[in-house]
């Protein structure tokens, strides 16, 4: 099997992975994003992002569309705790993210739809000639040496693939093939953030 190279191997296209790939793509350092999903799924995940995610986002260039297509800001917040389902407790702490006023110019908080950011961020990614990304394309395996990494893939048509790469980057989620194939058998385990 043919064995291509590119710098960055991203694992995963969701909006973690695609902004990754879109800030190499501006500083022309090659990518390859392989996504399982043959298009941006449309149910609902993530939801908000801070201003950290804002400037994110105007650094890639997509500042236009921050209130225009991705969210729109999200104002008072009341945080609770515990696990229980039980909503109506005690906040102990509020926070009012409607203002511009503080360290970073930006409403602290957006309530975005995840659909509409990927497809921002993907045409972000399109707009590289540095960046490639691989829809319908499933991790198989993944080794590793000195001189870095070697992945092998299935595209969507069954047939295998093989690239060796600087870095790879897993971006594929809690139940994605970094985690729970390369990852967790060797010992590698997500803390829980709650007992």
Known sequence: MAC???DVIICGCGPTGALLSAYLGKMNISNIVLEKEAEITTDPRGIAL???GIRLLQGAGLYSSVYSEIGTCMQKFKFIGGTDPVLDKRAFIEMDYGTTEGGTGHVGFICHKQPAL????RDAMASSKYCDLRSGCEVTSLSEDDQGTICQYRDATGEEHQIRSRFFIGADGKTGFTRKQYLEPRGILMEQAHQ
């Open 4 to 6: 291509e190279t590119t």
């Open 50 to 52: 801070d201003e950290d």
């Open 118 to 121: 990927e497809k921002c961020l």
